[in-house]
Nanobody
Framework: QVQLVESGGGLVQAGGSLRLSCAAS????????MGWFRQAPGKEREIVSA????????YYADSVRGRFTISRDNAKTTVYLQMNSLKPEDTAVYYC????????????????WGKGTLVTVSS
């Protein structure tokens, strides 16, 4: 079992920055790939970024590439999403999720999910 708790969301003006954290618990967490997803009002949940278990490989959606950075600290059992140059269209509930060794791009491959943290970007 892996438990995930997101934090760091909030209200920020366009152009600002936030850092989301996802604290994980569970004995085998460090072997999981991790992903950040978001769901805006009235829209389907979409992948934002993902990182392999050892941090060697990362993925970014086109809409956030160059503005967001994913990282993980396995010693602290935490995954981060640094979000810079935020835009109103980044407003969404952000979720982290854990994936045991399968393709990181499909939501269907994620085994555990957090409850989400709300990010609101004002114009």
């Amino acid at each position: 079992q892996v438990q995930l708790v997101e934090s760091g969301g909030g209200l920020v003006q366009a152009g600002g920055s936030l850092r989301l954290s996802c604290a994980a618990s569970g004995r085998t967490w460090s072997t999981y790939g991790m992903g950040w997803f978001r769901q805006a009002p009235g829209k389907e949940r979409e992948i934002v970024s993902a990182i392999t278990w050892n941090g060697a490989n990362t993925y970014y959606a086109d809409s956030v590439r160059g503005r967001f950075t994913i990282s993980r600290d396995n010693a602290k059992t935490t995954v981060y999403l640094q979000m810079n140059s935020l835009k109103p269209e980044d407003t969404a509930v952000y979720y982290c999720a854990a994936n045991l060794g399968r393709g990181l791009l499909s939501q269907l491959n994620y085994d555990y999910w957090g409850k989400g943290t709300l990010v609101t970007v004002s114009s």
